[in-house]
């Protein structure tokens, strides 16, 4: 595996790739890397000749600043674990690397980015959509993989990729979530929860859950009401919001419908906010 630091360096490499016209997968990461970031990269490896890992925390994307300064980084861990994963060139840039000057691009998503995570994280989709645009660029992948845990990002790079970049031909892959044991999704952010908020961390993937099971006996609004209830039931979760939507425009739903429609959340586990989401089958 091949550990390149700048665009300079990671090209020097790429260039044979690239000359040799084999395939290659792109799997862009913040790093503290677990099995479901490994899961994009299984499936890179799978249909590719090629995989290209990035690690960057994103500033762009963050809205608050204690969050970015507590996200979890482990750099020699991540390496360990993508020399297993096979990869073959981790591109790992610094921010003045990746900002040189500051990036003023302002996205349109037509209206993707206002619902949901948009609204309680201002910027945040156009800060993913700079850094995402500028490694597309870089790396020129033939595919890119992203994890259906974030639900709304996926739809957001797919718009970004048809609106904005469309002459680099990149296909968009979007993977399952992996769960722990317990169906806690997992993150990189479940690092910084303590024992006790853990142990609370997984009623919310248990509600979603039983309530998508049940869906066919409550109204919409009764669904929502009755999964905030209960998840805040616990002392350690408060909601933030809960979204019945449409998979393909993720507009609020009045009705479900079997393989159109996901249940998306984001809670306060005491102060680590985690977003899930369960699509109904
Ligand atoms: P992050 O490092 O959190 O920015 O995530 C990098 C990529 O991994 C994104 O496309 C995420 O959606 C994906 N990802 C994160 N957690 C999971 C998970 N539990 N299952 C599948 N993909 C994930």
């Given amino acids: 595996m091949i550990i390149t630091r700048t665009k300079k360096e990671f090209d020097r490499y790429y260039?044979?790739?690239?000359?040799?016209?084999?395939?290659?997968g792109f799997v862009p990461t913040m790093g503290a890397l677990h099995e479901g970031h490994l899961?994009?990269?299984?499936?890179?490896?799978?249909?590719?000749?090629?995989?290209?890992?990035s690690i960057f925390v994103n500033p762009a994307q963050f809205n608050n600043a204690t969050d970015?300064?507590?996200?979890?980084?482990?750099?020699?861990?991540?390496?360990?674990?993508?020399?297993?994963?096979?990869?073959d060139i981790v591109f790992v840039?610094?921010?003045?690397?990746?900002?040189?000057?500051?990036?003023?691009?302002?996205?349109?998503?037509?209206?993707?980015?206002?619902?949901?995570?948009?609204?309680?994280?201002?910027?945040?989709?156009?800060?993913?959509?700079?850094?995402?645009?500028?490694?597309?660029?870089?790396?020129?992948?033939?595919?890119a993989y992203f994890g259906r845990k974030d639900f709304q990002q996926a739809a957001i790079i797919k718009s970004m990729n048809n609106n904005y970049l469309k002459d680099l031909?990149?296909?968009?892959?979007?993977?399952?979530?992996?769960?722990?044991?317990?169906g806690l999704a997992m993150s990189s952010r479940n690092q910084l929860l303590n024992e006790s908020e853990r142990k609370s961390a997984v009623r919310i993937s248990q509600?979603?859950?039983?309530?998508?099971k049940q869906y066919s006996k409550y109204s919409v609004q009764e669904l929502i009401k009755k999964i905030t209830d209960e998840i805040n039931q616990d002392y350690n979760l408060?909601?933030?919001y809960i979204d019945i939507v449409d998979d393909e425009d993720l507009q609020n739903v009045n009705?479900?419908?079997?393989?159109?429609?996901?249940?998306?959340?984001?809670v306060y586990d005491g102060e680590i906010r985690l977003i899930d989401n369960l699509a109904v089958k």
């Fill in 169 to 182: 031909h990149i296909e968009i892959v979007t993977c399952d979530i992996i769960r722990e044991k317990d």
């Fill in 238 to 240: 408060k909601v933030e």
């Fill in 15 to 24: 260039k044979l790739i690239k000359e040799s016209k084999k395939t290659v």
């Fill in 68 to 87: 970015l300064i507590n996200y979890p980084r482990n750099e020699e861990k991540d390496f360990d674990l993508l020399l297993k994963a096979l990869c």
């Fill in 255 to 266: 009705k479900i419908v079997p393989g159109k429609t996901t249940f998306c959340v984001a």
């Fill in 93 to 143: 840039p610094d921010v003045n690397e990746m900002y040189p000057e500051r990036d003023n691009r302002v996205f349109e998503f037509n209206g993707l980015d206002r619902l949901m995570e948009g609204k309680y994280r201002e910027g945040h989709f156009n800060g993913v959509a700079q850094i995402v645009s500028k490694l597309f660029k870089i790396i020129k992948p033939n595919r």
């Fill in 39 to 53: 899961s994009l990269i299984k499936r890179s490896n799978k249909e590719n000749n090629f995989t290209v890992v």
């Fill in 207 to 212: 509600t979603l859950n039983k309530y998508v």
